[in-house]
């Protein structure tokens, strides 16, 4: 408590020295000092604790470091910049303080305690800080630097290369910013401890290096949103610890590589809205992929029989490719299968007899391809599917449904298709008038008596063509 009770006399002795100077040009100054009097005065008290934390103190060189970072990021701006002190536009030389890491900061600063009061500068947290201007050289040294989180702030430039001195860097996230100039292959190659590295939505360009070979830690890899061109190269086959690979949003091209059907650990992939060509098949050696988004591109190949081995696939999202041939009947082995859309191809044929055993599904989007009825009574047991539109590439008839399906409603399209000229029939979910509202959450049901007398109507209308084809069948006869 004596600690104490100094130290809040040496804050109040500052805010009377910072007062004489000047009230107005060293507020910030002088509202850190109450805050840091209060904290005290809290500790004195109440005896908690809680938010109070003696800090230590950093090397001169990491101090160096951070302290211009704070001056090349605009860091008199910040949103937050507790632990700065000096901090203002005034001020000659700002001064850092360091807290553990497990008192929890507010700061921007990770920190390890070394000794009693020595610590170690391990991570900079200013995601969504309002900071501005370039990454700084000289962030190599840093020695054990493991997190760098600059994410959605107003960074431009190319990134240091000196940054792959930081031999320890585990977690790279500078996404959601401006960032511009090509990936530099020795860089990228220099990261033999990075887990995650990303980089996605800023100005990057270039074809990616091939210098993927010593990322073989690499576990989350995200380029996407920005405007890289070529091939996948080479060198990305030693990313064998790879669980997300997300590249959408570029201009990459040529064939989907041999190579990914190693990555045996690789969850999730998204490679949508690119130019990639061939074929679908590598991917079937992932087993564990949870998600596969390809859309947008120019896939040409079949689907084959393989494509039952992603036993663990939730979402398949093929669209808006050249997809030929016809769907295999092996898709109906993926239990797991809860959103598909293959819409936009050049499918044909019917949907495989069994494709109501994806009993989980509940977005079926096939549509604008050539396929043609009649449904397949399986389809009656996917309960769960709500948005879904299956053919409508030709002109055909339309039938609503509401609050999920019946195995009557579907026996009859199923029976009655091919005899009233039904070859392909499109169902939408109440409330959607077309396939762009299909994610929308706002969608309102409509009422259960309009549902109701909607139904009605419907079932007389089939009740019409029943009495028809009846007609149609004893002319027929009587014919004969």
């Known amino acids: 408590k004596r600690n104490l009770i100094m130290e809040i006399e040496s804050y109040n002795r500052q805010i009377k020295t910072l007062s004489q100077k000047g009230k107005t040009a060293y507020q910030d100054e002088i509202n850190f000092c109450k805050g840091e009097i209060m904290i005290r005065l809290d500790h004195y008290i109440h005896g908690t604790g809680n ?8 090397s001169r060189a990491e101090k160096k470091i951070a302290i211009k970072l704070f001056e090349s990021f605009q860091g008199h701006s910040w949103k937050q910049k507790f632990g700065w ?13 360091t807290y553990e890491a497990e008192a929890g900061l507010f700061d921007g600063l990770n920190a390890s305690k070394l000794a009693a009061n020595s610590y170690i500068l391990n991570g900079f947290e200013l995601t969504n800080n309002g900071c501005e201007g370039r990454i700084p050289s000289g962030m190599g040294g840093l020695n054990f630097l493991k997190n760098l ?12 290369s000196d940054l792959g001195d930081c031999e320890r860097l585990e977690f790279i996230n500078a996404s959601g910013n401006l960032l511009s100039g090509e990936l530099d292959g020795d860089f990228l190659s220099r990261f033999q401890t990075l887990r995650i590295l990303d980089l996605s939505f800023n100005k990057l360009e270039g074809t990616l290096p091939d210098a993927f070979s010593t990322l073989s830690k690499i576990q989350d890899l995200n380029l996407a949103g920005n405007s890289f061109t070529g091939v996948l190269p080479p060198s990305m086959s030693a990313l064998t610890n790879l669980r997300q690979l997300k590249l959408y949003s570029n201009q990459l091209s040529g064939d989907l590589p041999t190579y990914l059907s190693r990555m045996d650990k690789m969850l999730e992939l998204n490679l949508s809205q690119n130019r990639i060509t061939g074929s679908f098949e590598p991917l079937t050696g992932c087993t564990r992929l949870k998600k596969i988004t390809l ?6 190949a079949p689907l084959t029989e393989n494509l039952s081995a992603l036993r663990c696939l939730e979402l398949l999202y093929l669209d808006h490719n050249e997809i030929k041939g016809t769907i295999p009947p092996q898709i109906c082995e993926l239990s797991a299968l809860k959103y598909i859309n293959i819409s936009n191809n050049q499918l044909e044929g019917r949907l495989p007899d069994d494709f109501g055993d994806l009993l989980g599904l509940k977005v079926c989007l096939l549509s604008k391809n050539y396929l043609c009825g009649p449904m397949p009574i399986s389809v009656a047991k996917l309960r769960h599917l709500r948005e879904f539109q299956l053919f409508t590439a030709l002109p055909a008839g339309s039938m609503t449904q509401y609050d999920g399906f019946t195995k009557h409603n579907f026996e009859r399209v199923n029976c009655w298709g091919g005899r ?15 396939i762009g509202n299909i994610f929308n959450p706002d969608i309102i049901p409509r009422d259960k008596k309009m549902v109701e007398d909607e139904e009605e109507v419907n079932s007389d209308e089939w009740s019409d063509v029943d009495d028809e084809t009846e007609e149609a069948d004893e002319g027929s006869q009587k014919k004969d």
């Open 51 to 58: 938010t109070y934390d003696k800090y230590g103190d950093i």
């Open 295 to 300: 859309s947008h591109n120019q896939l040409s």
């Open 85 to 97: 002190t000096g901090q203002t536009k005034s001020s000659v030389r700002p001064l850092v303080k």
């Open 149 to 160: 989180d600059v994410n959605y702030n107003n960074l431009t430039g190319p990134i240091p």
């Open 420 to 434: 009233v000229g039904i070859d392909n029939v499109s169902w939408i979910p109440a409330g959607m008038d077309d």
